[in-house]
Each structure stands twice: as C-alpha cells, then as structure tokens.
C-alpha cells in the first residue's frame, strides 16, 4: 500500500480565527481564492457541518470536472476540512491564534486509498497522473493561501 502523499503551506492572516473560519467554511466563496476550483455548492439542505455533502467544479486548462465532497472536520475558529471522492483526497484549514492575527494552514492528503483509485483508473499513466497532482498541490497551496489573505485583509 502507498504511503498517503502530504503538503502544506501556512500564512499570517490579520484577522481572528473565527473570522478566518467564517471565510474558508463558506465554500460557496472558493472560486474567489483558489486556481483550480472555480465553483462549489452545498447539496440541497446541507451547510458547513461535519457529514455535509457538497459539490465541486474544478477547471485546468485541459480538462473540467466535478468532484463530491463530505465534510469531516467542522470546528469553528479552529479547523474545516472536506474529503473528496469518498476519502481519495482530504483538503484541510487549520487556523491557530497568533499575535496581529492568525496562522492559517492549507493541508492537502493524497490517501492510499486515492492512490489506488489512481493506479486502477490511469493504469500505466498513474505514476504521471499522481506526479501532476503533486504539482498542483505544491503550487496552489501557497496561491490560495495568498489569495484567501488579501480577500480577508480587504474586507
């Protein structure tokens, strides 16, 4: 089984925890920060709790496609987290107290599970498919994580 694949990249954002959780649980907002995913809406009825199901659409310069996600950690001021595809990848925001504001930290776990998944879809290609993922992690984690700061510093 492979090792789940792991990045994350922290900032200082001068804001509050709470209000930095207010941003980032509203994932109606993610188009506004992130470089792949353009659009997300709650499944009808459901919000930011854990168990909540909500749905994604990413867009790269070759392909569109949407993702379901759950809702696995809901912690006001303190972490919000979803998993994609049923537990393939986890994506989630921690934010700690800090002086002048708060550290907020972007996650991201490629699981085994997703790995496999990976390796059953691509076949062959896996290897590149999982490589480009890794990619895309590396450099949009630290790209949201601007993006989401100077939302919240302008608001």
């Not at 972490?79 to 972007?106: K, P």
């Not at 290609?125 to 994580?145: F, N």
Request: aromatic share 10%; glycine share 10%; hydrophobic share 40%.
């Amino acid at each position: 089984m492979n090792a789940p694949l792991t990045y994350s990249d922290s900032i200082h954002v001068a804001a509050s925890p709470r209000a930095v959780y207010a941003v980032v649980s509203d994932i109606t907002r993610t188009g506004e920060w992130s470089p792949v995913c353009q659009e997300c809406w709650w499944d009808e009825g459901d919000g930011p709790g854990v168990g909540a199901f909500f749905t994604g659409r990413n867009v790269t310069e070759d392909r569109t496609w949407e993702t379901r996600c759950e809702v696995i950690v809901a912690d006001e001021g303190s972490e919000f987290g979803w998993s994609v595809t049923d537990g393939n990848v986890h994506w989630i925001y921690s934010m700690a107290a800090v002086d002048g504001g708060t550290e907020l930290t972007e996650s991201w776990v490629f699981t085994s599970k997703g790995q496999t998944f990976f390796e059953q879809r691509f076949g062959g290609d896996a290897a590149t498919e999982v490589a480009l993922r890794v990619e895309a992690a590396h450099d949009g984690i630290p790209a949201t994580l601007a993006a989401i700061k100077n939302l919240i510093e302008r608001e």
